[in-house]
């Protein structure tokens, strides 16, 4: 009896955490037509967060919200609705974003963005596959833009122009955004990147236009934590404008070279490719490429380090709201599901910020109709 009430509490408590339009979002969308009963907006999504939020398959889903008397659905029923509420479930997620960035206090002086991407995959050899592009804001650790993709073809890999860049962002990524294109976008927008640096995707020139002789610079380091920086520029095709920058390295540890070297080996054992003699080399040292110029050679290498928290937020999608594996087989409810999954996120985050000044007695106290005198109180 206690599980009843303490639901039917934190229900309309979940719903004021909502966009405030998510309604009229059901209506625009589109989400409730055809239904010629359980037109309600509210029963309609407790009945898909049965599915998104409590991992419930389609069967018992339908099962749960017909002992609720939410819905006689078959499963085939919540699959359809399923499939009918994406654009619902992108409209909520990305109201979600935008009331999130108005409320927020104003950024530090030293705010990022963490970017990164992940491979959602159903199950099985010849599953779908999506890519999810994701950015964290630095420290707030809220998102701020995702999107959408397909795993292959023209225009799906990993790079920075899935994301917008406005004047003043910073964004710091991984190896896989270290080529020009990627670079010359954000800073054709006023903006600054710091990624690791893909020795095999740049060709580097030095201030004067000369090839970089990296190898040659690199054989120099010698020691244990040992830490240079170079000036240098990314070119791009033939009449391109480069990219300027500089080259923070560090030489890693003995340790740690060997277990970055025994990597590259199973690698390239696992993918059958023969292993160069370069590879190897630059398995010795972290190479962090940056156009800010503000910080030092050690704090550019710190900064790269706090993209790791990226890498957290998607292994929480993935072990607590479950994005690792996609269960549906077409498109459509693909990406159904995955907005569902994204909204369940960010409505987790939303709920954690609204934790953290929760009042003492477990809610908020709804204002008076009518002001009353101070001296009736």
């Given at each position: 009896m206690l599980e009843s009430n303490v639901m039917d509490e934190d229900w309309p408590l979940l719903l004021s955490l909502l966009p405030k339009r998510w309604r009229e979002m059901a209506r625009e969308t589109e989400a409730l037509k055809g239904l010629r009963k359980d037109k309600d907006e509210a029963i309609y999504l407790r009945t898909l967060l049965l599915h998104l939020a409590c991992g419930?398959?389609?069967?018992?889903?339908?099962?749960?919200?017909r002992e609720g008397h939410l819905a006689e659905l078959s499963d085939v029923g919540v699959l359809k609705r399923l499939r009918k509420s994406k654009r619902w479930l992108h409209a909520l997620c990305c109201g979600l974003l935008e009331e999130q960035a108005a409320a927020a206090s104003p950024l530090p002086l030293q705010a990022f963005r963490l970017v990164d991407a992940t491979i959602v995959q159903e199950p099985g050899p010849t599953g779908s596959a999506w890519r999810l592009h994701y950015s964290l804001h630095w420290p707030q650790l809220t998102c701020d833009h995702f999107a959408l993709s397909p795993q292959s073809g023209?225009?799906?890999g990993e790079s920075l122009k899935h994301f917008p860049v406005a004047v003043g962002d910073h964004l710091v990524a991984d190896r896989a955004y270290s080529h020009y294109p990627s670079l010359a976008y954000v800073t054709e927008r006023g903006a600054k990147v710091t990624v690791r640096f893909n020795p095999k995707a740049i060709r580097l020139l030095d201030p004067k236009g000369q090839l970089f002789p990296l190898a040659a610079k690199l054989r120099r380091l010698k020691q244990t934590n040992e830490v240079a920086c170079w000036a240098?520029?990314?070119?791009g095709a033939a009449g391109q404008a480069p990219v300027a920058g500089r080259l923070c390295v560090v030489r890693k540890s003995q340790a740690a070279i060997a277990r970055a070297q025994a990597k590259v080996r199973r690698t390239a054992s696992r993918n059958g490719t023969v292993l160069q003699e370069e590879t190897l080399f630059h398995a010795q040292f972290v190479m962090v490429f940056t156009t800010a110029a503000e910080f030092a050679p050690a704090?550019?290498?710190?900064?790269y380090r706090l993209r790791w928290q990226i890498e957290l937020a998607f292994k929480r999608f993935k072990q607590l709201a479950q994005l690792g594996h996609l269960p549906k087989e077409d498109p459509e409810s693909s990406q159904a599901w995955l907005y569902g999954k994204l909204f369940v996120a960010l409505l987790a985050e939303r709920l954690i910020q609204h934790?953290?000044?929760f009042s003492p007695w477990g809610?908020?106290?709804?204002?008076a109709s009518k002001p009353k005198p101070l001296a009736g109180v």
């Open positions: 419930y398959s389609l069967r018992e889903t339908a099962v749960r919200a023209l225009g799906t240098l520029q990314v070119t704090a550019v290498l710190e900064l934790a953290e000044s809610y908020d106290v709804a204002p």
